[in-house]
């Protein structure tokens, strides 16, 4: 018997995988508790069509994600911070930061837990940071700290 899980099940598969079990453990098990349904012609029409647009929905985002970064090679940040003798900050540039400054200054959004920085910015000057937009896709913010 084919059925269509609805949930992933231990040793079976994922959800929306269509796979071949026994008669009996589909009938009395996977089916009544909801894991599974039957694989008529009307429910791989939908897991198909689900498929298609779980495909077409990762295709635009991926679209998003490189034009963003291309939109971040071109941009500098500027954040102002506040500095002791000797140019040290009192404190760090935190991703936060850069991040909120990026959306006033570019009109870029970019969630601070996808800025990566190796390590934390504690005096003035221009710096690198990775943006890791999409698994695979990441972009370079220039960040150029000055005196508040």
Same mark, same amino acid.
């Given at each position: 018997m084919k059925v269509i899980l609805k949930q992933d099940v231990k040793n079976q598969g994922k959800k929306g995988e269509l796979i071949e079990v026994s008669e009996g453990y589909g009938r009395n098990f996977l089916i009544p508790r909801g894991l599974a349904e039957i694989a008529t *012609?009307?429910?791989l029409n939908v897991l198909r069509q689900a498929d &298609? *647009?779980? *495909? =077409?929905?990762i295709a635009l985002e991926q679209e998003a994600a490189r034009t963003a970064a291309e939109k971040l090679k071109a941009c500098t940040v500027l954040v102002k911070a506040k500095a002791g003798s000797g140019g040290r900050l009192f404190g760090a540039v935190t991703a936060k930061e850069i991040s909120d400054s990026l959306k006033a200054q570019h009109g870029i959004d970019v969630a601070k837990n996808k800025?990566?920085? &190796? &390590?934390?910015?504690k005096s003035f000057g221009t710096y690198?940071? =990775? *943006?890791?937009l999409y698994p695979e896709i990441s972009g370079e913010i220039t960040v150029q700290v000055t005196e508040a």
């Open positions: *012609a009307d429910n &298609e *647009a779980k *495909a =077409r929905r800025i990566v920085m &190796e &390590e934390s910015i690198k940071v =990775r *943006a890791k």
